[in-house]
């Protein structure tokens, strides 16, 4: 990549390139925590897993436009995407790790409904955010309805997070194990992306 300044429409189609790896790890990630997925085999979801891993890895490449961003109100706008996918990205990887903590535990069923919602709505939000990126380039419109898709899910995930933590402590008691713990911790994680996925979508609806 040359050392030129970048316009609008080249640094949304950096943007996207960047959600379109993130879009692939959420999918992933709500494949695993799906316990009805039963399609899905121990060695589909282990080669997933491997190149989930992959996918985080090579996404630092793509943050290299960032030095050629604008000296003025579009770049600042762009730097703050860069961070918010970032912040995505660091917390995919989290989630990506603790997965591998409970590796091959049996989820409790009071778990099963919320998290596969959670995981779902946050994969949409990505697919969402990816979308909006791309309808920048020539349909506003559509842009700004997308906004509001992604601002009502993240609005939903932040309710389906309050309903999961209490049937946890109902159900045990107020008790946390291990497993349980791991399991709040994964719905927190994506609690947060949802919410960086719509301050980002926010700043994208200004470019």
Do not use: W
């Amino acid at each position: 990549m040359s050392d030129e300044i970048l316009d609008r429409q080249t640094i949304l189609k950096q943007i996207e390139a960047i959600l379109i790896v993130q879009e692939k790890i959420s999918d992933y990630i709500h494949k695993r925590l799906c316990l009805t997925c039963d399609e899905l085999t121990d060695d589909i979801l282990n080669e997933q897993r491997k190149d989930a891993f992959k996918q985080v890895r090579g996404l630092v490449d793509k943050y290299a436009f960032s030095k050629q961003l604008p000296r003025n109100d579009l770049g600042i706008r762009a730097q703050s995407i860069v961070f918010f996918l970032l912040d995505i990205q660091h917390t995919f990887h989290r989630v990506l790790v603790m997965i591998d903590m409970i590796h091959e535990e049996t989820f409790d069923e009071i778990y099963r409904d919320s998290i596969t919602t959670i995981s779902s709505k946050v994969h949409e939000m990505m697919i969402d955010l990816k979308t909006m990126v791309s309808q920048r380039a020539d349909n506003l419109e559509e842009s700004h309805d997308t906004l509001d898709i992604l601002v009502k899910l993240e609005r939903q995930i932040d309710e389906d997070n309050i309903v999961i933590c209490r049937q946890i402590s109902i159900a045990t008691g107020g008790d946390s194990d291990f497993i349980c713990y791991m399991m709040r911790k994964i719905v927190a994680e994506l609690e947060h992306i949802s919410d960086y996925a719509k301050e980002c979508a926010e700043i994208v609806a200004e470019i």
